[in-house]
Each structure stands twice: as structure tokens, then as C-alpha cells.
């Protein structure tokens, strides 16, 4: 059982940015793929980044490149995702998820068996 822990979302303007948390505890962080996915209102849930479990790949959504950075931090079990030049449509519940079926495409949800309860990110105009 892998317990996930979102936090730093909260709401700011257009061009500023934030960072969020996602704490990890139970399995070991290092043995998997952990992934940010977001959620805004009547939408469904859309993939945003991963980093693989080594820590030396990441991927991201087209919507977000060379906007967000996803990092993670071993040591503190923590996985990070730094967000720059945020936007209105950036706008959702952030969600942290570990992922567990490296067969399946790492942009599916159904690619990760635990998520955190998410945190609201808000940007304004």
C-alpha cells in the first residue's frame, strides 16, 4: 500500500507560480513511476507529467512543456511538480499517482494504482 499526500495548491494570477508536494509513504518512493494528473470542473481527469522511477526521465503533457517540471526528492519520499507561467486553464485539482503497470502508456490514468486526495490549484485572469 502506497499513501499519497498532496499539498501547495492554492490560488494565484496568471504568470505566477507554485510548486506542489506530493509525500509518499509505505512502499519505497524509488520503486516507482510517479505521475501529476489534474482535473477541472466537468472535464475528466488529463495527464500532466511523470518521472520514472531512476529519476533521470520525465514527460509531459503538450499543454504543459517547458511551463511545468516534475522532480522528485528520494530521500524526503517526496515528488515535486514546479509550475511557471501558469494560466486560467491551468486551473483544476492537481492529483499525485504511482504508477504500477509500466505496460500500459504512462499518460493513461488507468496506468496508476494510487493517488492522493488531490489540491486545488486556482489561477485567476
Known amino acids: 500500500q502506497v499513501h499519497l499526500v498532496e499539498s501547495g495548491g492554492g490560488l494565484v494570477q496568471a504568470g505566477d507560480s507554485l510548486r506542489l508536494a506530493c509525500a509518499a509513504s509505505?512502499?519505497?518512493?524509488?520503486?516507482?513511476?510517479m505521475g501529476w494528473f489534474r482535473q477541472a470542473p466537468g472535464k475528466e481527469r488529463e495527464f500532466v507529467a511523470v518521472i520514472k522511477s531512476s529519476g533521470s526521465r520525465t514527460y509531459y503533457a503538450d499543454s504543459v512543456k517547458g511551463r511545468f517540471t516534475i522532480s522528485g526528492d528520494n530521500a524526503k519520499n517526496t515528488v515535486f511538480l514546479q509550475m511557471n507561467s501558469l494560466k486560467p486553464e491551468d486551473s483544476a485539482v492537481y492529483y499525485c499517482?504511482?504508477?504500477?503497470?509500466?505496460?500500459?502508456?504512462?499518460?493513461?490514468?488507468?496506468?496508476?494504482?494510487?493517488w492522493g486526495q488531490g489540491t486545488q490549484v486556482t489561477v485567476s485572469s
Open positions: 499517482a504511482a504508477r504500477v503497470r509500466p505496460a500500459v502508456r504512462y499518460s493513461e490514468e488507468r496506468a496508476y494504482d494510487y
Open positions: 509505505g512502499r519505497a518512493f524509488s520503486n516507482y513511476d
